[in-house]
């Protein structure tokens, strides 16, 4: 079976990722679910065609960085299907590649159940936003639909910075500049300075990976512009604390104030599965307030938690409540509550005073 029709059956059963690693059948992920699509474990062999195969339909990604650095990232179009975001590696001496499915579409916030308290920062005029979370919680989904939200509502320049291009963004009301890692620019770093001289008035950075990077985002948000980009964590404070340690501990002091300043919000993300076996993301929200400000630059992050929890009137959500609000509304399970819960020990408690077919 060729790469193509293996690709035309995973965007029609509606999945999200594609496995082909030797050893084991090419599997499809739907709603978070392995399913394998062959019956026979690929080989070695056969798993070095599919990634040839892959390349050939890139078209201009050669195999150099493969071969240099034992793995490599790129996106392709299939004009008739999708978008796809590759990532090739070497394992036990074999290739190996994992393919992200994105739609042409950019999805609504409605249709991803993205809430009104997250949507309402594509308004924004200036500062840092970030959004935080493990791989494939639905970061990128969520912030190409306020990146849309901007492009038709307000006249701006739009730069985004990623490593590969996921969602493409067609001129709106906004100019949309989209700059790929590898193919258009040599690194994000380089990319971003460039970016200050490009007239931007939203920057979107795909990753902040190294402190070079997180450096040039917060000196754009000081700046005057809007600035989106994320962070494999969890959590608002183990996000500023990720951000923070970055830096050179003689630095650490200057940098926690610069983050009180320029930083606008920071929301955490993770996907569930509802009792209808469906995907639903669910949020911690951080607003920059008064008392956040003062706790991230008297370095007091532990308490952010907290602060969280008790400012609901300041357009903030701690993940527990949302968590809680969907098993009492009967959309999640408890034990789906317990599994995503900052805090399982106070969630238990709460999930035990429920009706006995909620509990946990």
Do not use: W
Not at 101 to 117: D, G, Q
Not at 306 to 311: E, G, L, R, V, Y
Request: proline share 3%; aromatic share 4%; hydrophobic share 45%.
């Amino acid at each position: 079976m060729s790469i193509q029709a293996l690709i035309e059956i995973a965007v029609e059963k509606k999945a999200s990722d594609i496995f082909i690693v030797a050893g084991c059948p090419i599997e499809i992920k739907v709603r978070n679910e392995l399913i394998p699509i062959t019956e026979s474990p690929c080989s070695a062999f056969e798993t070095e065609a599919y990634v040839s195969e892959l390349y050939e339909l890139s078209k201009h990604r050669s195999m150099d960085n493969l071969n240099k650095e034992g793995n490599d990232d790129f996106s392709f179009s299939l004009t008739t299907l999708a978008r796809f975001r590759v990532n090739i590696f070497r394992q036990r001496g074999s290739l190996a590649a994992v393919l992200r499915i994105v739609r042409f579409s950019i999805p609504s916030a409605k249709e991803l159940h993205i809430p009104s308290e997250v949507s309402h920062f594509a308004t924004l005029r200036k500062g840092l936003v970030i959004i935080s979370g493990p791989a494939g919680s639905g970061k990128s989904s969520t912030l190409a639909t306020l990146i849309d939200q901007i492009n038709h509502h307000r006249s701006a320049h739009i730069v985004t910075i990623e490593d590969p291009i996921e969602f493409l963004h067609k001129h709106n009301k906004s100019i949309v500049s989209q700059r790929e890692i590898g193919t258009d620019c040599f690194s994000t770093a380089m990319a971003l300075k460039a970016a200050l001289r490009q007239a931007p008035d939203v920057i979107f950075i795909g990753e902040m990976r190294d402190l070079e990077t997180i450096a040039l985002a917060i000196t754009a948000a000081e700046t005057g512009h809007l600035v989106f980009s994320t962070l494999h964590t969890l959590g608002a404070s183990n996000t500023i604390d990720r951000i923070i340690d970055v830096f050179p501990a003689t630095q650490q002091t200057q940098i926690r104030v610069q983050l009180a300043m320029v930083l606008q919000a920071v929301i955490s993300q993770q996907l569930v599965h509802t009792v209808d076996n469906q995907l639903l993301p669910v949020f911690e929200i951080m607003v920059n307030s008064n008392a956040v400000r003062n706790q991230i630059r008297e370095g007091k992050t532990h308490q952010l938690a907290n602060t969280i929890a008790s400012s609901k009137d300041e357009g903030m959500m701690s993940m527990d409540a949302m968590l809680y609000d969907l098993v009492v509304s009967g959309k999640i399970d408890a034990k789906e509550a317990m599994v995503h819960s900052f805090e399982p020990s106070i969630m238990l408690k709460k999930l035990s005073l429920l009706k006995p077919n909620k509990a946990v």
